[in-house]
């Protein structure tokens, strides 16, 4: 076997389901994967590689809050845009996908288009078209007729110029019969072959294939379905499924499916649904053969091993060192929860070089459940990409007058599940020469767990307080949040000018970050700011962003221990 045939799985670990990769030869001899984003914007991420390991974030497909408007108002911590199907057709991309409210379920397709995967500005806007159900895909058939699958399995035809649609039917039930969804179509060798997701994306979460040779069916179900499934075994990698092929170069065949690293417990799992590689032997007239998803994975050579590659943002995987130097922008691998406020974020204001400002919320991180309206955060975040790391912000200039004012940083799955440390002006007990309550800057490190039937942890962390130490007003302060192990996270602070010197405030278990309302979805880190609802609009900049991995967990008690990364 070729010595550079072996990879480790998630190839992008975090928040990065369902999916679709294709590769392209003419032009780009590049590999490129679409992920959902549900309610983060910018949305539908595009990663690039030239060797299937090294992967940049190529654009955001959904970058103008114009491209989908609808995002703004969805109260669903579980709405948004879901799966999209990527794929390429004579020089041009195509990127599909449903975005769906959830409450209520009324789903709407999205089309979008360019000729170059790099620029997020050169995504079109939408073709949008009605939608039976969730996860579309599209088809060309030899004759240029253009298919449109989703969940169902429905097929109809499309118009890629009007959004058109023919009349639709239910193709093939599935194997099982339960949840198909997912669906993608591949013609090779004289077979239509249709492959779907089933089994729902949790436990029982599976992959099966069927062949026809009628696009229309009927379709003969695989006698080796499932063809790819973790399930009713001991496996780290669970859930697998949602799948997509493609070849390579040497027209090797590969396979991208999403996987939670939770063990059959199923209990902590904060980095949510990801995205794996494996080999595929797919011989001539014969079913694809799905090699089973594992930590440590070898097989077909990769490509050679190169970072040449185009793109708007950062290598997965890679730390961020970020000192929002003047005139830089808010690097492009940094999200928000639906749209922001406007003018919320600043890089390098007058007066305040080399910093991030946030103007704040009048809303917190927290929502009810289930929420009743959509409210504006001052939230700006970034994917956690490593079972264990840490992430700190400087906060170097925050001077609230007002109670509640508030900024800080925070560990994030949903408005309803989320863990932050902040800086907070709250009254201190004690009153001044006219009897006036005095305020006083404290460090709060709080949960938000809203319980939920499906909640992975019904106790409780309790609330955390403390007077900001004697010496720390007036200068820079650090937030720290670390993931110390797979399971806890852990807050602490620390005056810049004494970082040895540590205030530790809390620790919180990690399956507050699992499941729940945001079973979907996985851990964001980021920094934030609010008035708590109150009158107060104090800006706070914040400095010195540093995200950094510390290892990564691939299952049978192994660590994949990143090299020391040193910054100033």
Request: a negative charge; glycine letters at 10%; one cysteine or more.
């Amino acid at each position: 076997m070729a010595k550079n045939s072996s990879f480790t799985n998630p190839i992008l670990p975090g928040w990065h389901s369902d999916p679709s990769c294709i590769y392209v030869a003419e032009e780009h001899n590049a590999f490129f994967c679409a992920t959902s984003s549900f309610l983060t914007f910018p949305g539908m991420p595009i990663y690039a590689s030239k060797d299937l390991v090294n992967w940049r974030l190529a654009s955001h497909v959904f970058s103008k809050p114009s491209q989908v408007p609808q995002i703004g108002d969805t109260v669903s911590q579980n709405g948004g845009l879901w799966a999209v199907t990527l794929r390429y057709h004579k020089g041009k991309f195509y990127a599909i996908v449903s975005y769906t409210p959830l409450s209520p379920w009324a789903v709407t397709g999205f089309l979008f288009t360019t000729t170059n995967p790099y620029d997020s500005h050169a995504w079109s806007s939408p073709l949008v078209f009605p939608l039976l159900d969730i996860d579309p895909s599209i088809f060309w058939d030899d004759d240029g007729t253009t298919y449109l699958h989703f969940s169902g399995i429905h097929q109809q035809t499309i118009d890629l110029s009007t959004g058109a649609l023919g009349p639709a039917s239910i193709i093939w039930k599935g194997f099982t019969e339960f949840i198909p969804e997912g669906p993608h179509v591949y013609k090779k060798d004289g077979y239509y072959y249709l492959m779907i997701g089933e089994g729902g994306t949790e436990l029982g979460h599976h992959e099966v294939i069927a062949r026809s040779r009628n696009i229309s069916g009927p379709y003969t179900s695989a006698p080796s379905n499932p063809i790819l499934s973790n399930q009713n075994t001991t496996e780290y990698f669970q859930t697998v499924g949602h799948a997509d092929l493609f070849q390579d170069a040497n027209k090797n065949w590969w396979g991208a499916a999403l996987a939670t690293r939770s063990g059959p417990e199923w209990t902590s799992y904060p980095m949510g649904r990801e995205t794996v590689l494996f080999h595929v032997t797919w011989e001539a007239g014969e079913w694809p053969v799905l090699a089973p998803v594992r930590g440590r994975m070898s097989g077909w050579p990769l490509p050679k091993r190169t970072r040449d590659i185009r793109g708007s943002g950062p290598f997965v995987g890679d730390p961020d060192v970020i000192d929002f130097h003047p005139g830089s922008k808010i690097p492009a691998h940094f999200v928000h929860w639906r749209f922001p406020p406007k003018d919320a974020f600043a890089v390098s204001e007058r007066g305040h070089p080399n910093t991030l400002r946030i103007r704040p919320s009048v809303a917190n991180l927290t929502s009810s459940a289930p929420a009743s309206k959509v409210e504006e955060l001052s939230l700006v975040m970034r994917v956690q990409t490593d079972t264990r790391f840490v992430f700190s912000v400087d906060v170097v200039d925050f001077s609230p007058k007002l109670e509640d004012e508030e900024t800080g940083v925070t560990a994030f799955l949903t408005q309803t599940q989320h863990l932050d440390l902040g800086i907070v002006m709250l009254a201190t007990g004690k009153r001044d020469a006219k009897g006036k309550e005095e305020l006083g800057l404290h460090l709060r490190f709080r949960v938000t767990n809203v319980p939920s039937s499906a909640s992975n942890f019904d106790g409780s962390i309790p609330t955390v307080v403390k007077p900001l130490p004697r010496g720390w007003e007036g200068a820079p302060i650090r937030l720290i949040v670390e993931a110390v192990n797979e399971t806890h996270y852990e807050f602490s602070a620390a005056s810049v000018g004494k970082p040895k010197a540590v205030e530790m405030m809390g620790v919180a278990p990690a399956t507050i970050l699992s499941g729940g309302d945001g079973p979907f979805t996985g851990t964001l880190v980021g920094a934030y700011a609010t008035s708590n609802g109150g009158a107060g609009k104090t800006e706070a900049y914040i400095s010195r962003w540093r995200y950094q991995g510390k290892g990564q967990d691939i299952g049978n008690g192994e660590t994949v221990p990143y090299t020391p990364f040193v910054v100033g």
